[in-house]
Nanobody
Framework: QVQLVESGGGLVQAGGSLRLSCAAS????????MGWFRQAPGKEREFVAG????????NYADSVKGRFSISRDNAKNTVYLQMNSLKPEDTAVYYC??????????????????WGQGTQVTVSS
C-alpha cells in the first residue's frame, strides 16, 4: 500500500500558475510509477500526466502538453505537478495516483491502485 496526500490546490486567475505536491508513504515510492488525474464536475476522471519510477520518462494528456510539468523527488517521496498558463477548463479536483507494482506510466486508471484524497483547483476567467 502507498498512502498519498495531495496539497497545493487553490483558486487562481486564468493565465496563472499552481504547483501541486503529492507526499507518499508506504510501499517503496522510488520504484513506483506515479500519475496525476483530474475530475471536473459532471465529467469522468481523466489522465493528466505520468512519470516513471526514476523520473526518466513522462507522459502528458494533449490538453496540458506544454503547460504542465510532472516531476518527482524520490529522496523526499514526493511527486509534483507544475501547472502554468492555467485555463478555466483546468478547473477540477486533482488526484495523485501510484501505479500497481511492475506497471509503467499509463493513462489507464485501472493500472493505478492507490489514490490520494484529491485537491481542488479552480481557475477563474
Amino acid at each position: 500500500q502507498v498512502q498519498l496526500v495531495e496539497s497545493g490546490g487553490g483558486l487562481v486567475q486564468a493565465g496563472g500558475s499552481l504547483r501541486l505536491s503529492c507526499a507518499a508513504s508506504g510501499r517503496t515510492f522510488g520504484m513506483t510509477a506515479m500519475g496525476w488525474f483530474r475530475q471536473a464536475p459532471g465529467k469522468e476522471r481523466e489522465f493528466v500526466a505520468g512519470i516513471s519510477w526514476n523520473g526518466g520518462r513522462t507522459n502528458y494528456a494533449d490538453s496540458v502538453k506544454g503547460r504542465f510539468s510532472i516531476s518527482r523527488d524520490n529522496a523526499k517521496n514526493t511527486v509534483y505537478l507544475q501547472m502554468n498558463s492555467l485555463k478555466p477548463e483546468d478547473t477540477a479536483v486533482y488526484y495523485c495516483a501510484a501505479a500497481k507494482p511492475l506497471n509503467d506510466i499509463s493513462p489507464d486508471e485501472r493500472r493505478y491502485d492507490n489514490w490520494g484524497q484529491g485537491t481542488q483547483v479552480t481557475v477563474s476567467s
